[in-house]
């Protein structure tokens, strides 16, 4: 029974550059988040999605950063144009549809902006 | 105030100890609540969701929850070296909210 899935695990890019963290949800699950973490920080929530639709997006930066959950395929959380404070390590979590909901987390994609 | 507190720690524990773990949260109509462990360099894993008041037992572990104290706790009973990581509450707030507030956890260490 796979868990949750995150590529790359590692991503290095230099400033500038875009950055696209993969994740695909348990199976049977088809609720998705992503949460950041920063370095010597707690786990920051930025975007919950369902099944082409962001349904809160509360703790996304409003630049740069965006997220989608395609009809097929993996959630993406992609950062355009990064800077060395997006190094963090992201973590994608997921759920099933029912209201108490425990959420599983993937082994997380740790980005180090150089 | 933050939404979620922990107290950071390093709490200090010999094995075979009981291992006290509090969290307290400001938002009054959280729903529900949940421990992970994290070890170092690796993602959050779920230990314990606990949804009403009073104590839920499983296995080694204890979570008790106090809503009229915005309080909940784990207890980790016969504690092993092993459980040395950080410990994160998590809260799910207003109803409707499905993210996830993490306190900034409370490093554990249980000294053989």
């Known amino acids: 029974n796979a868990g949750v899935m995150q590529n790359p695990r590692h991503l290095v890019r230099r400033r500038g550059q875009e950055a696209r963290l993969r994740c695909s949800p348990m199976k049977g699950h088809s609720h998705v988040y992503w949460y950041r973490q920063l370095p010597e920080e707690g786990l920051k929530f930025m975007v919950y999605l369902q099944k082409e639709n962001i349904i809160d997006e509360s703790g996304m930066p409003k630049e740069r950063f965006s997220a989608e959950f395609p009809k097929e395929g993996p959630s993406i959380l992609r950062i355009q144009q990064v800077v060395r404070g997006d190094s963090a390590a992201y973590f994608c979590a997921s759920s099933p549809g029912q209201v108490d909901y425990e959420q599983y987390f993937g082994p997380g994609t740790r980005l180090t902006v150089t | 105030q933050k939404e979620v507190e922990q107290n950071s720690g390093p709490l200090s524990v010999p094995e075979g100890a009981i291992a006290s773990l509090n969290c307290t949260y400001s938002?009054?109509?959280?729903?529900?609540f949940f421990w992970y462990r994290q070890y170092s360099g690796k993602s959050p894993e779920l230990i314990m969701s606990?949804?009403?008041?009073g104590d839920k037992e499983d296995g080694r572990f204890t979570a008790q929850l106090n809503k009229a104290s915005q309080y909940v706790s784990l207890l980790i009973r016969d504690s092993q070296p092993s459980d040395s990581a950080t410990y994160l509450c998590?809260?799910?707030?207003?109803?409707?909210?499905?993210?996830?507030?993490f306190g900034s956890g409370t490093r554990l260490q249980v000294q053989p």
């Open positions: 606990i949804y009403s008041n």
């Open positions: 938002d009054r109509g959280s729903q529900s």
């Open positions: 998590a809260v799910r707030g207003t109803t409707g909210r499905r993210a996830l507030t």
